[in-house]
């Protein structure tokens, strides 16, 4: 049960930083390059048990959430469901011989720091590119949108590593 509010908490926590942190930042003319997407730390931290009609499930409340506030419908909702979908695939392909224990949250703590970059970093790139290219895909800016996503992922993976590294307690 305990699992289960602090997952809500982390939901709402998430959405609020989103939309009335994070996007709410100007750099002025740098907007356009600076705008990282942390919410997906939802979907990219869930338990490895969790199904994936669940998680994709999640992944669309969590989606339809922030498309309501930033008047995206249907953006952050595939970017997210995208996430899921790719998540048990790229899992699979770093974890260790023996697995991750499925009763565990995926954070620094549990998969070790250099797993986590990895994965997490592969799915917020996955997430940041799969926005941009609904969001403003044009033939001849597919560079700049490719840019676009390794920076915002590694910003937003930054973010993430130091909302975990102030919230996480070691164990």
Request: charged share 10%; aromatic share 16%.
């Amino acid at each position: 049960m305990n699992n289960i509010v602090l997952k809500i908490l982390q939901f709402f926590l998430l959405i609020t930083v989103q939309i009335f942190l994070i996007d709410e930042i100007d750099l002025g003319s740098f907007n356009y390059y600076f705008s990282p997407i942390i919410f997906g730390l939802f979907i990219i931290s869930m338990n490895l048990n969790i199904e994936i009609w669940s998680l994709m499930t999640l992944a669309f409340l969590m989606g339809f959430s922030i498309d309501i506030f930033r008047n995206t419908i249907g953006l952050n909702i595939s970017a997210l469901i995208a996430v899921a979908y790719s998540r048990n695939i790229i899992l699979n392909m770093i974890s260790p011989r023996d697995g991750f224990d499925p009763l565990k949250e995926l954070n620094v703590n549990t998969m070790g720091l250099n797993r986590y970059l990895l994965y997490a970093g592969v799915l917020l790139f996955i997430q940041h590119f799969w926005f941009y290219i609904i969001e403003d895909f044009h033939f001849n800016q597919l560079h700049i949108l490719f840019i676009k996503a390794i920076i915002n992922s590694i910003l937003a993976l930054g973010l993430i590593i130091l909302f975990q590294y102030l919230t996480l307690s070691k164990k």
